[in-house]
T-cell receptor, first 113, second 112 residues
């Protein structure tokens, strides 16, 4: 069974621009979560989608948004990029929405200049 | 929101047993404790999860005391390939109540 895939793997954007990241979960998994990882803050939860609905949300500003499609694929959008948004963005999926056993993708490395 | 505290780093020789402790004083009744392993340039990988007492699988054991204010991940006979960052995660699921707190992670270095 294929693992979680994320595209693109690397991205360079300019401050003020917006970006969209994509995540394809493991087949059959209906829950997709997004995380931001930085050296200073560590691994922080952004939001979780289950059956196309945002079910949970972390403490990030409204510039960070997401959505999930009927095939469970998910996208994350960051608008008006700031230098501090430079990070590794990780996507994780789980089968029934149970976060306890999540499977992470390799991440998208976003650099904002 | 349960906050977790882990040692920043640990060193161990190959073949030894390694115990990494995570403190979570404010753990809630519904919270589970999960540990993940992360190698450079990869996403975290699930290791083990538990609620109380002891859980064991093919790669690790998790010890949780009765008060659940801490937990200890035990890795038996580590090898060089166990060099990684280990994260303690405390939280509960459910719509609207997703409370996830990752620790800062413990960087384990296994020495030959």
């Amino acid at each position: 069974k294929a693992g979680v895939t994320q595209t693109p793997r690397y991205l360079i954007k300019t401050r003020g621009q917006q970006v969209t990241l994509s995540c394809s979960p493991i087949s059959g998994h209906r829950s997709v979560s997004w995380y931001q990882q930085t050296p200073g803050q560590g691994l922080q939860f952004l939001f979780e989608y289950f059956s196309e609905t945002q079910r949970n949300k972390g403490n990030f500003p409204g510039r960070f948004s997401g959505r999930q499609f009927s095939n469970s694929r998910s996208e994350m959008n960051v608008s008006t990029l700031e230098l501090g948004d430079s990070a590794l963005y990780l996507c994780a999926s789980s089968s029934s929405g149970d976060f306890y056993e999540q499977y992470f993708g390799p991440g998208t490395r976003l650099t904002v200049t | 929101l349960a906050k977790t505290t882990q040692p920043i780093s640990m060193d161990s020789y190959e073949g030894q047993e390694v115990n990494i402790t995570c403190s979570h004083n404010n753990i809630a009744t519904n919270d589970y404790i999960t540990w993940y392993q992360q190698f450079p340039s990869q996403g975290p990988r699930f290791i083990i999860q538990g609620y109380k007492t002891k859980v064991t699988n093919e790669v690790a054991s998790l010890f949780i005391p009765a008060d659940r204010k801490s937990s200890t991940l035990s890795l038996p006979r580590v090898s060089l390939s166990d060099t990684a960052v280990y994260y303690c995660l405390v939280g509960s699921s459910g719509a609207g109540s997703y409370q996830l707190t990752f620790g800062k992670g413990t960087k384990l270095s296994v020495i030959p």
